[in-house]
C-alpha cells in the first residue's frame, strides 16, 4: 500500500490527484476519481459560479469523499467561484495560472486547503510565504497552459526550495511515473491527461479517439510569444498558431484566434479546429477504463516497480 502524508493532508487513500481541467473534469470524473480513493478535482476553467454550484451539488450527491475545485486565475469569475469555495467549505482548492495569495486566509478560515500549481522555483517559494498547504510543481510536458521547466529537474529544485509537501505534475501516467515523483522526493502525483479517457470523463468521444491514436511526439507548445503557451495536441489549429507566430503576428491578435477553441474541441468534438489540450504521456493510452481501474492499476504497477527496484525486494 502506498501511502504518503498528502493521504493524511487530504484525508485521501492514494497519493493521486486528478487535474482540474476546464470542461473536461465535470461532476461525474471528480466524484468518482474521490469515490475510487483518489482526489477528484473540479476544472472550473472560466465558468460562471452557478456552473460550479451545481457541480459541487451533484458531486455530493455521489459521494461524501473529499474533493477539490481547480480555480484558473486568470477567470473573470475568479473572486466569486473563491467565494464559492468558501461557501461551500470545499475540502481542497488548487489554483493555476496566476498567484492565490489575496484568498489564502479566507480558504483558510473554513478549512480549505490550498494548493497552488507553480512552473517555477521562485513563484513556488513566492505561494509557500502566502501560507498555502502543499504545492503542485507542473512541469511542461503536462497539457494545457505550461511553464518552461520540465517535471524531471522542476521538481526535486522545488522540494530543495520549500519547506511544504510537494505534488509532482506533467509527464506521470502510471505506476513508474508514480514512484519517479516520490523518488524525485515529492509526496504524491496530479495527473490530467490519463484521466481524459476515463469513462466517467464526458469530453466528446472525438477527443477520446484522438488520444487513443496518439504517439509520443503528438502534442505541440504553441503561444509561446503570447506568454501564455499551451500544450495541445497537433492539429489544423496549432498548424495555423504555428503560421501566424512565425509571421510575428501581434500577441493579441493570436489570443483571439484561441477564444472559444478549449470549448469547441471538448464539448463540440472539434479535433480539426479546437484546442486538443493534452499531455505528452497521450502516447500511453490504450484504452477508455473506469476512473476507479485507472487508480488500481497505478497503485499495483507502483507496488510492482519498487519490488523490481534494485534492493526493492530485499
Ligand atoms: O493552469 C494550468 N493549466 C491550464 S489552465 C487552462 S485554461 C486556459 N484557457 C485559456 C487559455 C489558457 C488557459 C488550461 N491549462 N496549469 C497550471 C499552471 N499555472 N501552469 C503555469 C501556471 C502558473 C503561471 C504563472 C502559475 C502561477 C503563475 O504566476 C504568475 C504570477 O505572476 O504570479
Not at 16 to 39: D, F, H, K, P, Y
Not at 121 to 147: N, P
Request: hydrophobic share 45%.
Amino acid at each position: 500500500m502506498i501511502r504518503t502524508k498528502l493521504c493524511d493532508l487530504l484525508g485521501i487513500e492514494y497519493p493521486i490527484l486528478q487535474g482540474g481541467m476546464a470542461w473536461v473534469s465535470t461532476a461525474e470524473l471528480v466524484a468518482a476519481v474521490s469515490e475510487a480513493g483518489g482526489l477528484g478535482i473540479i476544472g472550473s476553467g472560466q465558468a460562471p459560479p452557478e456552473w460550479l454550484e451545481e457541480q459541487v451539488s451533484k458531486i455530493r450527491k455521489i459521494t461524501n469523499k473529499p474533493f477539490g475545485v481547480n480555480v484558473m486565475l486568470m477567470s473573470p469569475y475568479a473572486d466569486q467561484v473563491m467565494d464559492i469555495v468558501i461557501r461551500e467549505r470545499i475540502p481542497v482548492v488548487t489554483t493555476g495560472a496566476g498567484n492565490p495569495g489575496k484568498y489564502v486566509a479566507g480558504l483558510k478560515e473554513v478549512g480549505t486547503k490550498v494548493i497552488p500549481v507553480v512552473p517555477s522555483v521562485a513563484l513556488a517559494k513566492r505561494m509557500e510565504r502566502s501560507g498555502v498547504d502543499a504545492i503542485i510543481a507542473e512541469g511542461g510536458e503536462s497539457g494545457g497552459h505550461v511553464g518552461e521547466q520540465n517535471t524531471m529537474p522542476l521538481v526535486p529544485q522545488v522540494v530543495d526550495a520549500v519547506n511544504i509537501p510537494v505534488i509532482a505534475a506533467g509527464g506521470i501516467f502510471d505506476g513508474r511515473g508514480l514512484v519517479a515523483a516520490l523518488a524525485l522526493g515529492a509526496v504524491g502525483v496530479q495527473m490530467g491527461t490519463r484521466f481524459m479517457c476515463a469513462s466517467e470523463c464526458v469530453i466528446h468521444d472525438n477527443v477520446k479517439k484522438v488520444l487513443l491514436k496518439a504517439k509520443d511526439r503528438d502534442t505541440v507548445v504553441t503561444g509561446r510569444s503570447t506568454g501564455h503557451p499551451v500544450r495541445v495536441i497537433k492539429n489544423k489549429l496549432a498548424k495555423r498558431f504555428e503560421e501566424l507566430e512565425m509571421l510575428g503576428t501581434p500577441p493579441e491578435e493570436l489570443e483571439k484566434l484561441g477564444v472559444g477553441k478549449l470549448r469547441a474541441a471538448m464539448v463540440d468534438g472539434d479535433i480539426e479546429y479546437g484546442s486538443v489540450m493534452a499531455g505528452q504521456v497521450c502516447g500511453m493510452i490504450k484504452k477508455i477504463q473506469p476512473a476507479k481501474e485507472i487508480i488500481e492499476d497505478i497503485i499495483t504497477g507502483a507496488e510492482e516497480v519498487l519490488k523490481r527496484l534494485p534492493g526493492g525486494g530485499n
